[in-house]
């Protein structure tokens, strides 16, 4: 069974960087899209972005600028770097598979940009 | 951008009863369109893509219609397990979802 967790602070101070860890079970990570979205009350659910197994990303032009994720196929895990944060940035962020449609995501998890 | 939009934003059903919800997209997406379940505290479950194709192992009472900028999930018959909030998410030009709509118990 596919599953995806996701780890990191859950407290981010404003302008530093927010770091998300998502460990991938029950599939290799060398054979897919992989996709960070996240979730908050005043923008709903919005894509991050996606990685390739081949490293190859693709942003949403709205985050592009202070996104920048990566992969490690034989940690099976991928991560999320998102610099410069304020506190619009508070959001459940999810990692899930998918360059598409997403069909496994993981729990979430609620990062707070706040001094 | 491709925005978005779902109708209603709640809707207050009972058990056995024949839900309809609506997505709209402010371009056409083909049949390039998404559904997904929500339940707070719990991931996300997709449960049609390509507007109309069911995801294995989701029960037959989804269903899924629509192409070009409309587009409808059908429940058949409620379930106590459907409670939930449902959004849309195109996927023809990068991704976007729709706000979602809350289904709760009348």
């Known amino acids: 069974q596919v599953q995806l967790q996701e780890s990191g602070p859950g407290l981010v101070k404003p302008s530093e960087t927010l770091s998300l860890t998502c460990t991938v079970s029950g599939v290799s990570s060398s054979s897919n899209y992989w996709s960070w979205i996240r979730q908050s009350p005043g923008r709903g659910l919005e894509w991050i972005g996606y990685?390739?197994?081949?490293?190859?990303?693709k942003y949403n032009p709205s985050l592009r600028s202070r996104v920048t994720m990566s992969i490690d196929t034989p940690k099976n895990q991928f991560s999320l770097k998102l610099k410069s944060v304020t506190a619009a940035d508070t959001a459940v962020y999810y990692c899930a598979d998918g360059g598409s449609h997403f069909g496994y995501w993981g729990q979430g998890t609620l990062v707070t940009v706040s001094s | 951008d491709i925005q978005m939009t779902q109708s209603p934003s709640t809707l207050s059903a009972s058990v056995g009863d024949r839900v309809t919800i609506t997505c709209r997209a402010s371009?056409?997406?083909?049949?390039?369109l998404a559904w997904y379940q929500h339940k707070p505290g719990k991931a996300p479950k997709l449960l049609i893509y390509?507007?109309?194709t069911l995801e294995g192992g989701v029960p037959s009472r989804f269903s899924g219609s629509g192409s070009g900028t409309e587009f409808t999930l059908t429940i058949s018959s409620l379930q106590p397990d459907d409670f939930a909030t449902y959004y849309c998410q195109q996927y023809h030009s990068y991704f976007t979802f729709g706000p979602g709509t809350k289904v709760d118990i009348k």
């Open positions: 390509k507007a109309s």
């Open positions: 990685i390739y197994y081949s490293g190859n990303t």
């Open positions: 371009q056409s997406v083909t049949t390039w």
